[in-house]
Nanobody, 117 residues
């Protein structure tokens, strides 16, 4: 089992920055793909970014050039650096990990990000 905890969300003005953290406990996820997702009110959950064990990354088109995903395996933590935030980035952000699966099968509880205009 692995337990994921997100942190770093909050209220920020448009154009501002936040850094989200996703820390795992229970087992290491250094060999796993970790992803960030978000869900805005009334909308479906969408993928934001992902990072593999080899640090290959992938981003949604809407955040390319503004968000950066990274990982610190020594801290069992994955980060999402968010810059040039827009009101449309407002959502609950979740991290998830693939453990012995092709799907993201462990999820955190989420952290709220609100961007004011």
């Amino acid at each position: 089992q692995v337990h994921l905890v997100e942190s770093g969300g909050g209220l920020v003005q448009a154009g501002g920055s936040l850094r989200l953290s996703c820390t795992a406990s229970g087992r290491t996820f250094s060999s796993s793909t970790v992803g960030w997702f978000r869900q805005a009110p009334g909308k479906n959950r969408e993928s934001v970014a992902a990072i593999t064990w080899s640090r290959s990354t992938d981003y949604a088109d809407s955040v390319k050039g503004r968000f950066t995903i990274s990982r610190d395996n020594a801290k069992n933590t994955v980060y999402l650096e968010m810059n040039s935030l827009k009101p449309e980035d407002t959502a609950v952000y979740f991290c998830a990990v693939k453990i012995n699966s092709n799907e993201f099968n462990y999820w955190g509880q989420g952290t709220q990000v609100t961007v004011s205009s």
